[in-house]
């Protein structure tokens, strides 16, 4: 499966036709090598004790293992490794503790190939990525949290300051 150049990307998923996904958005994204594609926790960290990857893209429900405690394994493992989490999950407060634990972006399964590998891009050139409606949560989530202080002016749009 190994290949000369290109970004080094380690696969974690056990399931066959999402991992099956995720090898054709990192085909798709060009000048990316899959070195490996694992199932479980221990063979996720058994490979990068040995080996040079710069991006593990993980499926955060692995069966038997928090995929935030992984992430945090391997950020201990491997600290220049970038990781993209990929879940069903769509709760900010899941998007929070992964990124917490170490993640560099986060993506819905449930998304075009096309957001995986903006997600990768985006990641392997040093930035962050959220998923574009996972985005909308948060912010919407954030929104709602603000104090009932702080009140936007209805012609203006901005915040109004308290008297």
Request: charged share 25%; glycine share 12%; with cysteine.
């Amino acid at each position: 499966m190994e290949k000369a150049g290109g970004k080094r990307v380690l696969i974690v998923d056990q399931q066959g036709p999402g991992r099956r996904a995720l090898v054709d958005a990192i085909a798709g994204a060009g000048g990316l090598v899959v070195c490996a594609e694992v199932e479980t926790a221990d063979e996720t960290l058994e490979f990068l004790a040995g080996r040079q990857v710069d991006l593990v893209v993980m499926d955060m429900g692995i069966e038997g293992v928090d995929g935030v405690h992984l992430t945090r394994r391997i950020q201990g493992l491997c600290p220049d490794v970038a990781i993209v989490a990929v879940s069903g999950e769509d709760e900010p407060a899941c998007v929070k503790r992964a990124f917490r634990a170490g993640a560099n972006g986060y993506v819905l399964r449930s998304e075009a190939p096309d957001a995986i590998a903006a997600a990768i891009g985006k990641v392997l050139a040093g930035g962050t990525y959220v998923s574009v409606r996972l985005a909308t949560r948060i912010v919407e989530t954030l929104a709602s949290n603000r104090p009932d202080s702080v009140r936007n002016d209805k012609r203006t749009g901005l915040p109004e300051t308290a008297s």
